[in-house]
């Protein structure tokens, strides 16, 4: 079975500039989430999406939104990039939203503003 | 205080030494907690979950948790080269499963 894959896995803004990120979920998984790494706050949470609709949402700015579509397959978008929002994005997928399941990251892409 | 707190290392040992990593954490609330690696350009991947005190062993790999301590270890038997990657700790979000609490991440070496 495929992992989650991301694409890009590499890429370079400039401020200012938005910025889509693409993520596919493993095969039957309709809960996707997303997190930010960098090295001074580690791993955070940003949102989770289950049968298109956004269940929670931890402590980002709006200007990070996101969507699923039907096929469970989802999108982050950064508008007006900051310095700060260069990281390393992961996306991750479960089975189910509720409960607890195992969640299986994919690469991440790793996001440079300059 | 931060919710969790791990020290970030990095800690180089030689092959075939005993690794202890540790977490604690301050909200009782946490129900789960898991040990995750993530090897360098790579996303993290489950390495051992529990939900109650006590010890839990998986091949080379044991997992304590003190809930009244609210303190977590992972222990690495044996160790190995391959098993150079940062280890974080991680609990999942009281209101949600998937709002996953990370730790810092112990970037860990093991030198043949």
């Known amino acids: 079975k495929a992992g989650v894959t991301q694409t890009p896995r590499y890429l370079i803004k400039t401020r200012g500039q938005q910025v889509t990120l693409s993520c596919s979920p493993i095969s039957g998984h309709r809960s996707v989430s997303w997190y930010q790494q960098t090295p001074g706050q580690g791993l955070q949470f940003l949102f989770e999406?289950?049968?298109?609709?956004?269940?929670n949402k931890g402590n980002f700015p709006g200007r990070f939104s996101g969507r699923q579509f039907s096929n469970s397959r989802s999108e982050m978008n950064v508008s007006t990039l900051e310095l700060g929002d260069s990281a390393l994005y992961l996306c991750?997928?479960?089975?189910?939203?509720?409960?607890?399941?195992?969640?299986?990251f994919g690469p991440g892409t790793r996001l440079t503003v300059l | 205080q931060k919710e969790v707190e791990q020290d970030p290392g990095p800690l180089s040992v030689p092959e075939g030494a005993i690794v202890s990593l540790n977490c604690t954490y301050s909200n009782s609330a946490f129900q789960y907690f898991m040990w995750y690696r993530q090897y360098s350009r790579k996303g993290p991947e489950l390495l051992m979950y529990?939900?109650?005190?006590g010890n839990k062993e998986d091949g080379r790999f044991t997992a304590q948790v003190d809930k009244s301590s609210k303190y977590i270890s992972l222990f690495i038997r044996d160790s190995q080269p391959s098993d150079s990657a940062t280890y974080l700790c991680a609990f999942p979000g009281y209101s949600s499963a998937s709002k996953i609490i990370f730790g810092s991440g112990t970037r860990l070496s093991i030198r043949p």
């Open positions: 999406y289950f049968s298109e609709t956004q269940r």
């Open positions: 529990t939900y109650s005190s």
């Open positions: 991750a997928s479960r089975q189910t939203s509720g409960g607890y399941n195992e969640q299986f």
